[in-house]
């Protein structure tokens, strides 16, 4: 079955191209113009990644992927206008998995769809054991088989990248990564951003 990609930019230009250009990659597409739409075609769509727009009527970008978080983990792309990186990272910290500015190359924005939706459907970036193997590292708890990160015994919700970001630096504690080796192992061999989104995460999961 092809895997579903939703859809999410108020500029039906905008929107129309995405869909043609993710339609002639084999993926199967829906659209929606504003946010309100946006969590109704989730819930009939059920999509397995989501290319979303911050600047959208009736619901922002943000508050449409705080809200798909609270239930579900699917990748998030979100595409923006705004260089302003602090609306990035609140973008990341919302559970969105990576971000693209416009004008972006339609190229690059396939790639990172290919690349997230290969990592969803593995599961996690790291191989996970098939039996309980938890990680401690001082305060910090990892259960790899569940997903789950505990900070003295306390549950912390991460998103799929934050986990995957963390269970690697845990779980190799003696190497050192460049944000290549970090993009290459998380992202995917065929992920092309920048590696701002490295330091992003990484921002975000110290906190």
């Known amino acids: 079955m092809n895997e579903k990609v939703l859809v999410v930019d108020d500029e039906t230009s ?5 869909k043609l250009d993710l339609e002639f990659e084999g993926y199967v597409v829906e659209s929606a113009y504003d946010g309100l739409e946006a969590l109704e075609k989730v819930e009939s769509f059920n999509p397995d990644l989501i290319v979303l727009d911050v600047m959208l009527p009736k619901m922002n970008g943000f508050d449409v992927c705080k809200e798909v978080n609270r239930e579900r983990s699917i990748p998030v792309i979100l595409l923006t206008a705004k260089t302003d990186v602090i609306d990035k990272v609140l973008g990341l910290e919302l559970g969105a998995d990576d971000y693209l ?11 990172r769809v290919k690349a997230l939706l290969r990592r ?5 970036s790291q191989p996970v054991p098939s039996k309980d193997t938890s990680i401690i590292n001082h ?3 990892i259960i790899p088989e569940e997903r789950r990160v505990l900070i003295n ?24 990564f460049t944000r290549e080796d970090l993009l290459e192992k ?6 092309y951003g ?14």
């Open 194 to 207: 920048d590696t701002r989104t490295v330091d992003m995460h990484i921002q975000r999961i110290r906190k």
């Open 14 to 18: 905008i929107n129309e191209l995405i």
């Open 120 to 124: 969803a459907k593995n599961g996690s």
């Open 153 to 176: 015994e306390t549950d912390v919700r991460m998103t799929p990248k934050e986990f995957d970001l963390l269970y690697l630096l845990i779980s190799s504690p003696e190497k050192v």
């Open 139 to 141: 305060e910090i708890r």
């Open 101 to 111: 500015t416009k004008p972006f190359d339609n190229r690059e924005l396939l790639a």
């Open 186 to 191: 998380v992202w995917g061999y065929d992920y």
